[in-house]
Nanobody, 133 residues
Framework: QVQLIESGGGLVQAGDSLRLSCALSGRTGSRAAMGWFRQAPGKEREFVAAISWSWNGDIGDRTYYADSVKGRFLISRGNVANTVVLQMASLKPEDTAVYYC?????????????????????WGQGTQVTVSS
């Protein structure tokens, strides 16, 4: 079975940095994108960042960020295949949430920014990030 496992969450103070990792295992077809969403208590799950690429590798990596994290967060491919990393800096209390990794198991779409929940096929179980003031 396909699994996505997040790691790296924890408790930090405002202004600190944290690095989240996501590893995908199992059989998949083409993967157009992997991304991060987050969900705070009492709120809906929201897009954080994504990285996408074409299925045949002829399109370079593209990254997308929510306005709330732009300039503070950085998404990139990990050093190991089928992994992505989310580097978070200048963390704020409002960043507190469960962070979920997601993978899109479909063909790359050049017109998509992969910000929508419906564009992903697999989800991890989340890792808690808590930022204290």
């Amino acid at each position: 079975q396909v699994q996505l496992i997040e790691s790296g969450g924890g408790l930090v103070q405002a202004g600190d940095s944290l690095r989240l990792s996501c590893a995908l295992s199992g059989r998949t077809g083409s993967r157009a994108a992997m991304g991060w969403f987050r969900q705070a208590p009492g709120k809906e799950r929201e897009f954080v960042a994504a990285i996408s690429w074409s299925w045949n590798g002829d399109i370079g990596d593209r990254t997308y960020y929510a306005d709330s994290v732009k300039g503070r967060f950085l998404i990139s491919r990990g050093n190991v295949a089928n992994t992505v990393v989310l580097q978070m800096a200048s963390l704020k209390p409002e960043d507190t949430a469960v962070y979920y990794c997601a993978a899109s198991d479909r063909s790359f779409s050049g017109s998509s920014s992969y910000t929508a929940y419906s564009e992903y096929d697999y989800w991890g179980q989340g890792t808690q990030v808590t930022v204290s003031s």
